[in-house]
């Protein structure tokens, strides 16, 4: 019966992260560049009884690398990645990659995201624009252009399947290892004039939390009818006065 209770338990406190992960990507499907936090659930065996009891564990997040679909807007300054890339930009914690391609020139000629943060090239450095040239030409590869000159490019960047990343505000990743620049623009490489998606599928996201909240109301169900027989069974076994 205790064994019981503690399954249901666990599964509680793993549907309520599964819920959280929903709420967070509902809460950003019309964001551009957002990708989907996920959740990787395991079962542990309990070594502790006679009998192998499996238990849920509160699971782990991962952010999901499926690519959303893009958006043509014909802005100059809308910049979608066809491929596995990502975008470099500087921020009060360091380097953080994004797939959020709406860019602006800020006041200071800098190139810059819509949120403000600094664009680098493939060498880590800030790219100038000159907002009185007329709009740039981004290249497949990048490479900025104006007039007919080249003034610049930005740095595309691809991030290892089996690195760890740690989310950064809405569309914006920290991988601590496996980033180089990418040397293939056959298969990454720059859309100018449209802008990335976020990866949320809307109707399958409204499928889990449906699916989830059935699961979570079956725990709380199983938790009661475990301690209901729990107390019955003290009730029934203990000593009588």
Do not use: C
């Not at 380097?95 to 664009?119: C, E």
């Not at 090239?121 to 000159?149: C, F, H, K, Y």
């Not at 990454?188 to 889990?208: A, C, D, F, L």
């Not at 449906?210 to 003290?234: H, K, M, P, Q, Y």
């Amino acid at each position: 019966m205790q064994a019981a209770l503690y399954v249901g338990l666990s599964a509680q406190v793993a549907l309520e992260r599964r819920l959280n992960t929903i709420a967070q990507n509902v809460a950003n499907m019309s964001t551009a560049g957002y990708r989907a936090d996920e959740v990787k659930f395991e079962t542990v065996l309990s070594r502790t009884a006679r009998d192998s009891v499996a238990f849920a564990t509160s699971g782990e997040n991962f952010i999901s690398r499926r690519a959303g679909g893009i958006t043509k807007t014909d802005n100059p300054l809308d910049l979608a990645i066809d491929g596995e890339a990502w975008f470099a930009i500087t921020t009060p914690v360091g380097i953080v990659h994004s797939r959020d391609g709406r860019l602006q020139i800020g006041n200071d000629g800098l190139l810059r995201t819509v949120t403000g943060y600094p664009v680098l090239d493939v060498a880590g450095a800030p790219i100038m624009i000159d907002a009185e040239a007329g709009p740039p030409t981004v290249g497949r590869d990048g490479t900025l252009s104006q007039n007919g000159q080249q003034i610049g490019a930005i740095g595309l960047f691809t991030i290892a399947p089996g690195a760890d990343l740690e989310r950064f505000e809405a569309s914006g990743v920290i991988a601590r290892t496996g980033v180089a620049p990418v040397q293939d623009f056959v298969a990454n490489g720059v859309v100018q004039g449209y802008v990335e998606e976020s990866n949320v599928n809307p109707i399958m996201e409204m499928t889990k939390l449906i699916a989830v909240s059935r699961a979570f109301d079956n725990a709380s169900t199983a938790v009661n009818d475990g301690e209901s027989s729990l107390r019955e069974a003290i009730r029934s076994l203990g000593p009588s006065s």
